[in-house]
């Protein structure tokens, strides 16, 4: 029978919470450390908008596995103190890194087989905290970039074009605005930016986040990796490139293993048909696919 129990750590002066998922049987076990992305996400990966799921049946599934699992609630989010909109990326990277230090410490877990398994942000933020020389046994990235923030965000601009309303689309066109271009100026803003919180084109933002997210390029911090790694990337994500995978794996240190996943998207949920963002909400009441946690236990058993 799997046991849940709360496990808090402390990073930079912050107490953060989470849970730790312990499966059936004698330990100590392997363990992974879930990783998000981006937003004010619960350990559970949920926002208040939109309830993702992806780190609960992450841990569920790997669990089943013989994996214990830590997931956490982020900075300023559920029972974890600190100011969400005031946390930049890398301090993020630095909660990581006590997270993992907190699940290799607990008896039950076997502190020589860790891994990472990081979702969009979370991917990058296992490629962060990997590079900075920490003991892992292998990293999963689950719609992992592999180029800097900036790219990714103009892409991303170009890629969701055809999914806006038709009346945003209307307008764009009557106004002869290029939304790519405009992207790019909003990031220019930013990166002159010098607080923690901005005001750019009428919304308040994490400009600390954003800067260091714009700059960062996980390729060199990649290439510092020799832990191996899985690489899983769905062909109808609308916010991470497939082609990265490829990158990804001319970048890394140590061996890679890609694949790009028929019908999955962004979210890690299977989606026929044309590739939408306003399906995510039927979308996340199903499970995560099978494609994706079928393929993560089996690596991570295959190495652990």
């Known amino acids: 029978m799997t046991i849940e129990r709360e496990l808090s750590f402390t990073s930079a002066g912050h107490r953060l919470v989470g849970t730790l998922t312990l499966p059936a049987g004698a330990g100590p076990r392997p363990g992974a450390l879930l990783l998000p992305g981006s937003g004010p996400l619960n350990r559970d990966g949920d926002h208040r908008r939109l309830p993702l799921g992806i780190q609960r049946d992450l841990a569920a599934a790997l669990a089943d596995a013989g994996v214990a699992t830590l997931r956490y609630d982020r900075r300023g989010v559920g029972d974890s103190s600190g100011r969400f909109p005031r946390t930049g990326f890398h301090e993020n990277v630095d909660d ?25 942000e979370g991917a990058l933020t296992a490629t962060a905290m990997a590079a900075r020389g920490v003991a892992l046994a292998g ?9 800097p923030g900036a790219e990714v965000l103009r892409w991303q601009a170009a890629r969701l074009l055809p999914d806006l309303p038709a009346p945003v689309r209307l307008l764009l066109r009557l106004t002869r605005t290029d939304l790519v271009a405009k992207v790019a100026r909003n990031h220019e803003k930013i990166l002159a930016t010098t607080g923690d919180v901005a005001w750019v084109g009428g919304q308040r933002l994490n400009a600390r986040w954003m800067r260091e997210f714009l700059r960062y390029d996980p390729r060199p911090d990649l290439a510092r990796v020799t832990a191996p790694i899985l690489a899983l990337t769905g062909d109808k994500d609308l916010q991470t490139d497939p082609v990265d995978l490829p990158v990804i794996a001319a970048s890394a240190g140590g061996p890679v293993q890609t694949r790009v996943l028929p019908d999955v998207t962004h979210v890690l949920r299977r989606q026929p048909g044309a590739p939408s963002l306003r399906a995510y909400r039927r979308e996340v009441t199903n499970p995560v696919d099978a494609s994706v946690t079928g393929a993560v236990v089996s690596w991570i058993a295959s190495l652990g």
């Open 96 to 120: 990581a890194q006590a997270a993992l230090a907190a699940l290799g410490a607990d008896p039950a877990v076997d502190a020589g087989k860790l891994f990472l398994v990081g979702h969009s």
């Open 139 to 147: 990293m999963v990235l689950l719609a992992g970039t592999g180029r």
